[in-house]
């Protein structure tokens, strides 16, 4: 349920409604839009009714929340969230670019592909400490190790970090060394590690799973949000299908479906996505065109000799290529949104 506010309600009206909410055991959320403000209510939607609010001074109407997330729910938060990660913003009025190499290899070689990506135009730079592979066998990251390469990188660079977080058990020892923590797509519904990593105050970027709908995803953004960390990044990077021709399908589908059902800012990945290095850079370009806030993708200075995911890690040359276009086509995306929002 959402308590909507009449234009030039004051502050004291407000808080009065919140109050009483509070002392009947709700939870509340104050969302406080440039037209509106809206004060979301978690809890049994009868109940709310038998409290009379929408008989209080400076209460417009109640309105229902028909969909299972709530904090997540553009009902709830009308305008766009954006999320700060040192001097960047997530979902503001530049493309947000996160790369690097899919695992963290040696310290310099980081350093390298750091300095190489920021002088592209990268804002963040990713890398994996620990790696969730498929076969226990494959290489599984350096551990610690790998986070204080992360680290160093950061300080030469001035770049973000974002890096997979694996169990609840490693929370706190990731975040002491990265700025966003990231949940993979195999981890999208360990519950466990949602209600960990919302006990933070970090910034999260949540991966959608490859066999989950758009609103299992946003479910788990409800998950984090619930804990206390509104600060949700949401990644589309694809979903299994029966083609065969590419890694995943990449479902750029959900990223108008997820801006009109959730105010969180939403970024691709095409590397995960088609899993082969010469369609990334179109995909990332088809990500921006769908009106995406950024793209995450793997890049290596030699993609034949990475660790892993070497067909799908794109060159530096390549980055550099696809940075530029991205940043075209966001600022001529963004011109048409602008012209959408008056008609």
């Not at 009206?13 to 055991?25: A, R, S, T």
């Not at 109407?61 to 969909?67: A, D, R, T």
């Not at 959608?208 to 990644?235: D, H, K, Q």
């Not at 995960?272 to 921006?288: E, F, L, N, P, Q």
Request: aromatic share 6%; glycine share 10%; with cysteine.
């Amino acid at each position: 349920m959402i308590v909507v506010m009449k234009e030039g309600s004051t502050r004291a009206e407000i808080e009065q409604v919140m109050q009483v909410l509070k002392q009947k055991g709700f939870g509340v959320h104050l969302s406080e839009g440039t037209e509106q403000t809206i004060v979301g209510v978690i809890g049994p939607r009868d109940r709310v009714r038998e409290l009379g609010i929408e008989n209080m001074s400076g209460v417009e109407k109640l309105v229902p929340v028909s969909n299972p997330f709530k904090l997540a729910s553009r009902a709830f938060h009308p305008d766009n969230t954006t999320i700060q990660v040192l001097d960047h913003v997530v979902g503001g009025e530049t493309p947000t670019i996160i790369a690097g190499p899919c695992s963290v290899e040696s310290r310099d070689g980081l350093i390298e592909i750091a300095q190489a990506v920021k002088a592209s135009g990268a804002q963040l730079l990713r890398g994996g400490a620990f790696k969730p592979r498929s076969s226990p066998y494959s290489f599984q990251g350096l551990g610690e190790e790998g986070l204080k390469y992360l680290a160093a990188a950061r300080e030469e660079t001035g770049l973000g970090i974002v890096s997979e977080i694996m169990e609840p058990g490693l929370v706190e020892l990731v975040a002491s060394y990265v700025d966003v923590l990231q949940i993979g797509a195999r981890n999208m519904q360990n519950f466990a590690l949602l209600k960990a990593v919302g006990k933070t105050q970090k910034p999260v970027l949540l991966k959608r799973g490859f066999s989950n709908t758009i609103e299992e995803w946003l479910m788990s953004a409800e998950y984090i949000m619930a804990e206390g960390n509104p600060n949700v990044i949401l990644c589309e990077r694809g979903i299994r299908t029966f083609e065969t021709y590419t890694r995943n399908t990449l479902d750029l589908n959900a990223v108008p479906v997820v801006q009109h059902l959730s105010h969180l800012p939403v970024l691709v990945d095409p590397s995960h996505g088609v899993g082969h290095a010469r369609y990334v850079s179109t995909m990332a370009r088809a990500s921006i065109a769908a009106g995406a806030a950024g793209v995450i993708v793997e890049v290596h200075p030699k993609p034949e000799e990475a660790w892993s995911d070497g067909s799908q890690t794109l060159t530096l040359k390549a980055f550099d290529e696809m940075a530029r276009q991205v940043r075209q086509l966001h600022e001529l995306t963004k011109s048409f949104q602008r012209q959408e929002a008056t008609m």
